[in-house]
């Protein structure tokens, strides 16, 4: 049985001192969210029936306490991430570190402040200052206090996610250019207008200088998400990867850009979210994610169901067949994402305000099932294939959709005849008797 078938209807030196102003951001957050309560101050119940209110999700983000009061900190500090990543950080700044660093082995701590300074185009002090901070080890505080003019630039560019090559270019830019040749331009106008957003509705803003900062709005954004509140996912996103990309968190964006294609997908802006779904499989692929490369083309399917655009379904899915349907055979990964895919179509069906079915949700969740269907038809995966119809007619029926919910009920019935599932027979034709 491929899915569990619910029936339609159903560390830093000082880690408490670093994430005290932390706490007290996420703490005004959530006093936000509480007023806000939600949209339109509704209390919402998810997938599990459970009502709480978006505070309270949203107080998730919080650090975790252990019996004792101590925080527990999940991250490794910005020095250590930062001294990792030295190589990107100095090829970004046009800096050859080993030739400074084999000048400060020498005892030439002169000479390796004069090849700083020239190749940083920065004055002796700041340059002094940085090769002070390499012979510590501290490569990110190099950067920071050699103001570099290329670190500068970098940062209030946008950032990158990796240094440019000898044509000015970075992998960002290749993967948005790659998906549309305004896809860079197009970025931009939508980063400012979420950033104005943002910044209009109150909400707490730690900044993007540190990297434990960047986790929190991924964090905080992450719990949007969750709530399918998809205007603060967007904005949060937004931020995130404004962050990740400046602090080089290179590992961070293709993630992030697959999630502002879930929020645009959510907001209905169908053109951003396969701009930034597809980034996010140009992306993954450098990294050889399996599962966020297939996800994100999965999700561009999703988006043309929505959109109602079918070439554009039949090439993700063109491309995704490599992944679900390999040569030798094993249909394993296909399973595991149909069944990823229906239950993000059950989450966004359930979820009610004041009691009532969401429309964004139910439409969001059409597209789901839809993709999630598609692929059991491949996989002959007949209890798959009837617990989606089923919901999937629940789901046109509350939008209204009365033919395409009974087209998808009468299908479901002769599945289930050959599964002997009597139950879903007998519900499935109560609906048709009622719509």
């Known amino acids: 049985m491929l899915f569990a078938p619910p029936v339609a209807g159903q560390a830093s030196p000082n880690p408490i001192v670093q ?8 703490t005004v957050f959530a006093g936000w969210m509480a007023r806000r309560g939600g949209r339109g101050g509704i209390r919402i119940t998810g997938p599990n029936k459970e009502k709480l209110h978006v505070s309270q999700r949203m107080s998730q983000v919080v650090a975790e306490l252990d019996v004792h009061g101590n925080v527990e900190v999940k991250t490794e500090s910005v020095l250590d991430n930062a001294i990792k990543e030295k190589s990107v950080i100095a090829q970004a700044a046009g800096i050859s570190l080993s030739g400074v660093q084999e000048l400060l082995s020498l005892g030439k701590k002169l000479e390796a402040i004069k090849l700083y300074r020239e ?31 290329a670190i500068d630039a970098y940062i209030k560019s946008g950032g990158n ?30 980063k400012d207008q979420a950033l104005r957003w943002f910044e209009g509705k109150g909400f707490p803003n730690p900044g993007l200088k540190e990297q434990l900062n960047v986790r929190w709005f991924l964090d905080m954004s992450k719990r949007a998400d969750d709530s399918s509140l998809w205007d603060e996912a967007w904005g949060g996103y937004h931020h995130a990867l404004a962050g990740a990309v400046a602090l080089n968190m290179a590992e961070q964006v293709p993630d992030i850009c697959w999630h ?12 951003l979210a396969a701009l930034y779904l597809e980034t996010a499989y140009n992306l993954s692929q450098r990294s050889k994610n399996r599962d966020l490369t297939c996800r ?63 429309r964004y949700c139910l439409v969001h969740a059409s597209g789901f099932y839809q993709v999630s269907l598609d692929i059991n038809r491949r996989l002959n995966e007949k209890r798959g294939i009837s617990i989606i119809l089923i919901n999937l007619g629940d789901v046109w029926r509350k939008l209204g959709q009365r033919d395409r919910a009974l087209a998808c009920w009468q299908e479901s019935i002769p599945i289930l005849k050959e599964l002997q599932d009597q139950r879903n027979i007998d519900i499935v034709k109560g609906w048709i008797n009622e719509t």
């Open 19 to 26: 994430l005290i102003p932390l706490l007290i951001i996420i």
């Open 119 to 149: 190749q940083a185009g920065i004055g002796f002090k700041e340059a002094k200052d940085a090769v002070d901070a390499i012979e510590r080890g501290d490569v990110f505080d190099a950067a920071k206090r050699g103001k570099i003019n």
């Open 161 to 190: 996610i990796d240094a440019k090559d000898k044509n000015g270019t970075t992998p960002l830019d290749e993967a948005l250019v790659a998906v549309l040749p305004n896809g860079r331009e197009m970025y931009e106008k939508d």
């Open 296 to 358: 994100a083309l999965l999700e561009v399917a999703v988006v043309g169901k929505l959109a109602e655009k079918p070439d554009a379904v039949n090439q993700a899915y063109q491309r995704a067949e490599t992944f679900l349907f390999p040569s030798g055979g094993d249909t394993t990964f296909a399973a595991k994402m149909a069944k990823t895919l229906f239950q993000e179509g059950g989450k966004n069906q359930e979820w009610r305000l004041d009691d009532k079915p969401v």
């Open 260 to 271: 502002l294609g879930r929020a645009q997908t959510g907001r209905a802006q169908y053109d």
